[in-house]
């Protein structure tokens, strides 16, 4: 704690290296914020509480409402029962198709079978002119006449006036915001959900809705089935007669051209086609011959030709030959390491080796020769086709173009034919799938009655009851945190005045034995936590005044009730009873509102003398000065409502007086009255070696503090700043690290 006092007009002195750092903030920690907490619990608790309570009360009158679900997935397995073509493909199963569903299923055509069947139009909570007090259905009547359905009745129109258009349509927008269906993730599963006041209503309704969606996917199988049905019926009559027309066309057709049938075709033009089909062979043939020629003969005007011709590989014979001829080269190589070139072996094997080479040859030769010849022959084949095809066609001239005809007929008649009986065999097939039509979907779970409401949701809503009152607390006690404008603090006062702190003096109240005033308090106690802090205050003094340490010590505040006359008495009465040879007096400076006797006189008061008699000369020294049995302490009153009281405070026999104290007591302490009420305090802070001002802990304005110690500051005197009245259980809590904080959290250490 810095102790010693400097002038509001000029800067405090820095803090020494090591020290006075350790008192300024750092900031805002964890521990700052429980320790907020902790010394607004019952902020928080009783915020909390308040929540809590609103909570539950609107909990409680709540309409319970339950929601009760059926799951519905669409079946990707399609069951065929027959190999049959459907009429109606099945739904596709991707995202789009799926939500398209969801929409069937939340439609209002599905609604109004729903409420038909289960006669939803007869109960109250779907219709709101079945319940009592049909004007408490303002806001649906709002809704109808927005949407153009209705007007707003007024006055005592009865509810039956209402039309009957409204009010299926108010069932139906009261069935449909109850109804809510949605994918289940990423399957093809659907939940059909339905809430209602009443659990069981709710499992039938929604189980209703899923049982309906699927008779209506079977409907509208049955419908497209049946229209289908009834359209190929008409086509079918119509095919008939034509296949009918067409048929007996090419009959008569045949029957006036005289041509005769075989398998389906007349003979002329049977015969045509056979030869035609006989040439085409023969001219294939003949071309794969001459190929065949003309690449052997290729190979032979090239060098090793005839080795890899195909035909020529494939005789035995030359394959024979080629046997020899490799034989006999691997005889002439033998010999050919053993003997010269003109040995009679190898002359030998030399003339065998161009033998077998003549040999094949001649075999090629033949081979092509063979070639030629199956070339001629079908040239000539097919020249004979060709001939006795073109006799056949002059022959049937005539009968060509009634073909021709005829095949166009019969090709008519066989086209109406396949389409007559396409459609005959898909209208068996439709007929049969009247029969055996299933759904898209299926139910994979039944709705069951549910047991706890989904609305409201108590556990939820008390938690979040819960949490939205601790915040509410934690944001009311950081605003009555933010507008406190009280001192706590050694820093605060500091920060504030630009002075220093001499100290922090407890209440008597928040110590034990509290029955006692304090200023008795401290004579039964002086080595209590209250006289320490005391004793701190008054060294405080002294050590901040090292050069000359001060006998006339001027105690003010800055408004009443700051327990300035209370710390005078007690200060003076424990630094008198200290020791024997120290001579103390308090003179009661406040002339106007007087104190001092009120604490030490008690009945004496009426045998002592007062200050402005002494200096009026009506009563002498000895006749004015009171002492104080417990503690031996001297002591001069003042009188209630003393007459120009300024004028006697200003006056030079004040100054006389009070000097002439200061020589013959060791220490004078003046009480004063506040320094905003009344010019006197700063009057007296002339007489004064040292003013030690009084805040009152958390009570003082912040802004009245700094004003008066700024009026204080102008006289010129040195000043101090002393909490007074601190609440050290309280105070203990802020963990501020001051003398207040250990007078209250170790407590034991003093004799109390």
Not at 166 to 174: F, K, L
Not at 288 to 298: I, K, N, P, S, W
Not at 734 to 739: K, M, N, P
Request: proline share 4%; hydrophobic share 40%.
């Amino acid at each position: 704690m810095n102790i010693r006092p400097v002038d509001l007009a000029s800067p405090p002195p820095p803090a020494a290296a090591g020290f006075g750092d350790s008192r300024r903030p750092l900031g805002f920690e964890l521990r700052d914020a429980l320790r907020l907490l902790n010394r607004r619990k019952s902020l928080l608790i009783g915020t909390i509480a308040v929540v809590a309570a609103l909570a539950f009360v609107v909990l409680q009158n709540l309409t319970p409402r339950y929601t009760a679900q059926s799951l519905v997935m669409l079946d990707v397995r399609k069951q065929k029962i027959a190999p049959n073509q459907e009429v109606l493909s099945g739904l596709p199963v991707d995202n789009a198709a799926l939500q398209g569903e969801i929409e069937i299923i939340k439609s209002r055509n599905m609604a109004r079978r729903v409420i038909a069947k289960l006669k939803l139009a007869d109960d109250p909570e779907f219709n709101p002119t079945l319940r009592p007090g049909f004007w408490s259905f303002a806001g649906e009547a709002g809704l109808l006449h927005s949407l153009g359905l209705v007007r707003m009745f007024g006055g005592d129109t009865p509810a039956k006036e209402m039309d009957e258009v409204a009010v299926r349509t108010t069932v139906e927008n009261a069935f449909i915001r109850n109804l809510s269906v949605s994918a289940r993730g990423r399957s093809y599963v659907m939940g059909v959900a339905f809430e209602s006041t009443n659990p069981k209503k709710a499992a039938q309704i929604a189980n209703a809705v899923a049982d309906f969606y699927l008779v209506d996917q079977l409907e509208v199988k049955f419908d497209a089935t049946k229209r289908a049905a009834e359209w190929l019926n008409e086509r079918l009559g119509d095919l008939r007669k034509r296949v009918q027309e067409s048929e007996a066309a090419v009959a008569v057709f045949r029957d006036r051209n005289r041509l005769v049938e075989t398998r389906d075709l007349t003979v002329n033009a049977q015969q045509l086609t056979e030869l035609n089909t006989q040439l085409t062979l023969a001219r294939a043939q003949r071309a794969e011959r001459e190929a065949r020629l003309t690449q052997v003969r290729d190979l032979l005007r090239s060098s090793g030709g005839t080795d890899s011709a195909a035909e020529v590989l494939a005789s035995p014979l030359i394959q024979r030959l080629r046997e020899q001829e490799a034989e006999v080269a691997r005889r002439e190589a033998d010999l050919a390491t053993r003997y010269g070139p003109n040995h009679p072996q190898i002359i030998k094997v030399r003339a065998e080796y161009a033998d077998l080479k003549k040999k094949i040859e001649d075999e090629v030769a033949k081979i092509v020769r063979g070639f030629a010849q199956e070339v001629e022959v079908s040239k000539t084949r097919e020249n004979s086709m060709a001939a006795q095809l073109g006799n056949l066609e002059r022959q049937s001239g005539d009968l060509g173009r009634a073909a021709v005809q005829l095949r166009q007929l019969q090709r008519e008649a066989e086209s109406n034919r396949t389409i007559y009986e396409s459609f005959l065999n898909r209208f068996k097939e439709t007929r049969e799938q009247e029969d055996i039509q299933q759904p898209d979907a299926r139910i994979v779970s039944e709705a069951v009655v549910p047991v706890v409401p989904s609305f409201p949701r108590y556990t939820f809503f008390m938690l979040l009851a819960l949490g939205g009152g601790v915040l509410l607390g934690v944001a009311l006690i950081v605003a009555v945190e933010r507008l406190d404008g009280g001192f706590r603090t050694a820093d605060q006062i500091e920060a504030a005045t630009g002075l220093p702190t001499l100290g922090a003096v407890p209440i008597v109240t928040g110590l034990k034995n509290t029955f006692v005033a304090p200023h008795d308090y401290v004579v039964q106690k002086p080595t209590s936590s209250y006289g320490e802090a005391l004793r701190s205050v008054y060294t405080a003094i002294n050590l901040g005044s090292l050069d000359r340490q001060p006998k006339v010590i001027m105690v003010t505040s800055s408004l009443p009730e700051e327990g300035k006359s209370t710390f005078t008495v007690s200060l003076a009465r424990l630094l008198a009873k200290s020791g024997t040879s120290k001579k103390v007096i308090i003179v009661d400076c406040d002339l106007r509102r007087p104190t001092v006797h009120k604490l030490l006189t008690r009945d004496k008061g009426a045998s002592i003398g007062t200050i402005d008699e002494y200096l009026s000369g009506t009563k002498t020294f000895e006749q004015v000065v009171g002492v104080d049995e417990k503690s031996g302490l001297h002591y001069i009153i003042a009188k209630t409502n003393t007459p120009n009281p300024t004028e006697i405070l200003e006056s030079n026999l004040m100054r006389d007086f009070i000097a002439a104290l200061a020589k013959s007591y060791d220490l004078v302490i003046l009480d004063t009255p506040p320094v905003m009420a009344v010019s006197d305090a700063r009057i007296v802070s002339q007489l004064a070696d040292y003013v030690v001002f009084l805040v009152r802990w958390e009570r003082t304005p912040r802004e009245l503090a700094i004003n008066a110690v700024k009026l204080l500051t102008e006289t010129g005197r040195r000043v101090g700043v002393a909490l007074s009245r601190v609440d050290l259980r309280r105070h203990a809590k802020y963990g501020y690290g001051d003398y207040g904080y250990y007078y209250g959290r170790y407590r034991d250490y003093y004799r109390n």
